[in-house]
C-alpha cells in the first residue's frame, strides 16, 4: 500500500477541443478514504478512468507510491474499480462474478468462497448469489459490482456513484457498514458522488470539483469554515450559504462591509473586526466589490448580548416555512438583500413583522467578487 499521486493529470478526449480534466493535482495518503464530488459533467468518471486505465492521460502524470502507473495497462496497476455503468460479466451467476478477479490471482477457492460470503453480506446480496445479472434489478446489479471491487485487495479502490441506485434508507445503512469495512481493511478510496452528504460520511477528506478543476480538496469542516472561493461556498452546505454582493468598507482601525441600500434608506454596515489582524489583501480594499457569505443556520434571530464580536440587524419578515424539524427563513435586509436563516425550532413571527438579528463576526466570510477567491472566513480572525 502506498499513496496515490495525481500531478497535473488533464483531459481532452480525441475529437473534443476542451479540458474536461484540468491540471488536477492530488495526493491521497496511504488508508485514506477521499470523495471526488461535482455535478453532472464536471470530470468525475474521466478522472477515475484515467487512474484505472481505461483512458489515457493528455498531459501528467499518476504514480502510486514510487511507482509509475500511467503507462501501464489496467491489470498492471493494482487498481480496483466499481464502474459507473456496473460492467457485470452476464454469463456468470453474482458468485462468479465477485469471484471473478480472486480466482485469476489464484486465490485457494476456500478463501475465495469466504471472502465473497463476507462481501455479500456487507452488501446485502447473500440471497442473489446464484442469479445472473439480466434477471437482477439496477440496485442489485449496483451491489454486484460493488462487491467485486470491495472483494479485492487491491493497492486502491476506485468507486464510481456506488450507491446511487439505492433507495435512502438501504443506502443510510450500507454506507456506515462500507465505512466501518473499509478502515478496518485500510482500503485507500477514491470514491465519486454527487451527493456531499454521502462523501461527508464516507470520506476523510473531499475533493470538489467543477467543469474538469479541482475547485478545493480539504475536510468537510473546512469545506464549510473555510471554503476556498464562491463555487465551493455555495456548493458545499443544504441549504446553501447566503452569499450577499457588498463593498469593503473601513472605518477607522475596523473593517467591515456595506450592502446596498433601498433609495431613501441608509446603507448597512457589518463590521468584521480590528483591520491589524486581518490579513492584509488587495481585494480588502475600501470600496472593492466582495460578496459576504453567511450560512443560514449561523445567524441568530433575536438581539444578541452587548459586546464587539458580533453585528445586530434589523429586517422584515419575508417568509417562515416550518419543515417539520426545522424553520426556513427568508428576511427582508433592506434593498435587494433576502437573507435566509434556518432555526431548529419553530419561530412565532408572521409576514411583514420586524426581525432582529444576530450575525457573530466567526460566522461572515468575504470573496471577492471577480475572481470568486476567498478573502477572510470570520473563524479565523
Ligand atoms: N469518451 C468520451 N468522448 C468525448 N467526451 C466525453 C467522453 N466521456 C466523457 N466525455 C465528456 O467529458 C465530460 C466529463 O464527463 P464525465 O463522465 O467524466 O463526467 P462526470 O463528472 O462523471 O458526470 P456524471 O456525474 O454525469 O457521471 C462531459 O462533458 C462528457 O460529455
Ligand atoms: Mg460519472
Not at 481585494?283 to 459586546?307: F, W
Request: aromatic share 4%.
Amino acid at each position: 500500500m502506498a499513496c496515490v499521486t495525481l500531478r497535473n493529470v488533464s483531459k481532452i478526449y480525441d475529437r473534443a477541443d476542451r479540458y474536461v480534466v484540468k491540471s488536477v493535482n492530488m495526493q491521497i495518503g496511504d488508508g485514506e478514504i477521499v470523495s471526488l464530488l461535482g455535478s453532472s459533467g464536471c470530470g468525475k468518471t474521466s478522472t477515475l478512468r484515467m487512474i484505472a486505465g481505461f483512458e489515457t492521460l493528455s498531459e501528467g502524470s499518476i504514480r502510486i507510491g514510487d511507482r509509475a502507473i500511467d503507462q501501464l495497462a489496467p491489470a498492471e496497476r493494482n487498481v480496483a474499480m466499481a464502474f459507473e455503468g456496473y460492467a457485470l460479466y452476464p454469463p456468470l451467476s453474482v458468485h462468479e462474478n465477485i469471484a471473478f478477479s480472486l480466482l485469476r490471482g489464484k486465490t485457494p477457492r476456500e478463501q475465495v468462497r469466504a471472502r465473497v460470503r463476507q462481501v455479500a453480506e456487507l452488501l446485502e446480496i447473500t440471497d442473489i448469489l446464484d442469479s445472473y445479472p439480466p434477471t437482477l434489478s439496477g440496485g442489485q446489479q449496483q451491489r454486484v459490482s460493488l462487491a467485486r471491487a470491495l472483494v479485492r485487495h487491491a493497492d486502491l479502490h476506485l468507486l464510481d456513484e456506488p450507491m446511487s441506485q439505492l433507495e435512502p434508507q438501504l443506502r443510510a445503512l450500507l454506507r456506515a457498514r462500507i465505512k466501518d469495512y473499509l478502515v478496518a481493511h485500510r482500503m485507500t478510496v477514491l470514491c465519486v458522488t454527487h451527493d456531499q452528504t454521502e462523501a461527508m460520511a464516507l470520506s476523510d477528506r473531499i475533493a470538489v470539483m467543477s467543469d474538469g478543476v479541482l475547485q478545493q480538496f480539504a475536510t468537510t469542516e473546512d469545506l464549510k469554515e473555510r471554503p476556498a472561493n464562491l463555487f465551493v461556498a455555495g456548493f458545499i452546505g443544504e441549504p446553501a450559504m447566503n452569499l450577499l454582493p457588498a463593498r469593503v468598507s473601513h472605518r477607522g482601525s475596523r473593517i467591515g462591509v456595506v450592502l446596498p441600500a433601498a433609495a431613501g434608506t441608509d446603507a448597512l454596515r457589518l463590521d468584521l473586526g480590528d483591520s491589524a489582524r486581518v490579513p492584509a489583501a488587495d481585494g480588502l480594499r475600501d470600496g472593492h466589490a466582495v460578496h459576504l457569505g453567511v450560512r443560514p443556520h449561523k445567524v441568530r434571530i433575536g438581539a444578541a448580548p452587548a459586546g464587539d464580536n458580533t453585528n445586530t440587524l434589523h429586517g422584515t419578515l419575508a417568509f417562515n416555512q416550518w419543515q417539520g424539524d426545522q424553520s426556513h427563513i427568508g428576511i427582508h435586509l433592506g434593498g435587494p438583500t433576502l437573507l435566509l436563516v434556518v432555526t431548529d425550532g419553530a419561530v412565532d413571527l408572521s409576514e411583514h413583522s420586524p426581525v432582529t438579528l444576530d450575525l457573530p463576526q466567526t460566522a461572515l466570510h468575504l470573496f471577492d467578487s471577480h475572481s470568486g477567491r476567498a478573502l477572510l472566513h470570520g473563524a479565523d480572525l
